[in-house]
């Protein structure tokens, strides 16, 4: 069990569309982040949370949103679906000890 | 920003060999580099990691060296088996938890029995 919980694991889409993507962070853990992982590709910085704000945020544009509850669970948010958003989504928590992943919800946009 | 380079992106080895993977970072102010083995479809798992403060750590089959002033980072394994058969990761961060990690690209290493 990985600790970090994520919904949907599978998600099909149509350009256009929006979508939500759900984590639930390792029990302890107050930081959440979010990574995009195409196909053969490491996974890349989307931003982080941390007491419910944005701290840090990588070259995504703002199409992609977030938002972290007072219970530390956190959504991200794609709007205007492109064919390149397809890819997994991982949700990342972490304390001083280090990040744990979640696995991930593999998001197809048609 | 962070850069990292990893090498190479395919390894082949034969059970019982060992395998290095290097990368190098381009932010001096880096100092958490952790190691991810990914098997398909599933998630990035922590395999070992090292901090600034020291140049090697080793845990059973797994070592990990550092050199701050070359700004790169190996992980060896030692007496492969087929079940290490994965992709590898390494990141670089400037610290362990309220900082982003920069990956890179990934190693696809294949045991063969």
């Known amino acids: 069990d990985a600790g970090v919980t994520q919904s949907p694991t599978h998600l099909i889409k149509t350009r256009g569309q929006q979508v939500t993507l759900r984590c639930s962070p390792k029990?302890?853990?107050?930081?959440v982040s979010w990574y995009q992982q195409a196909l053969g590709q490491g996974p890349q910085f989307i931003f982080q949370?941390?007491?419910?704000?944005?701290?840090q945020r990588g070259n995504f544009p703002d199409r992609f949103s977030g938002h972290q509850f007072p219970n530390y669970s956190s959504e991200l948010n794609v709007n205007a679906l492109l064919l390149g958003d397809s890819a997994l989504y991982l949700c990342?928590?972490?304390?001083?000890?280090?990040?744990?992943f979640g696995s991930g919800t593999r998001l197809t946009v048609v | 920003g962070e850069n990292v380079e990893q090498h190479p992106s395919t390894l082949s080895v034969q059970e019982g060999d060992s395998a290095v993977i290097k990368c190098t970072y381009s932010?001096?102010?880096?100092?958490?580099f952790p190691w991810y083995k990914q098997e398909l479809g599933k998630r990035p798992q922590l395999i070992i990691d090292?901090?600034?403060?020291?140049g090697e750590k080793k845990d059973q089959r797994i070592a990990v060296t550092l050199n701050k002033t070359a700004k790169h980072f190996s992980l060896h394994i030692t007496e492969t088996q087929p079940e290490d058969s994965a992709v590898y990761f390494c990141?670089?961060?400037?610290?362990?938890?309220?900082?982003?990690?920069?990956f890179g690209e990934g190693t696809q290493l294949t045991v063969n029995p």
């Open positions: 990342a928590s972490s304390v001083a000890s280090g990040y744990t």
């Open positions: 029990s302890g853990h107050d930081t």
């Open positions: 949370y941390y007491e419910e704000e944005e701290r």
């Open positions: 932010d001096s102010a880096s100092n958490y």
């Open positions: 090292i901090r600034s403060n020291v």
């Open positions: 990141a670089a961060s400037q610290e362990t938890s309220g900082s982003r990690l920069t």
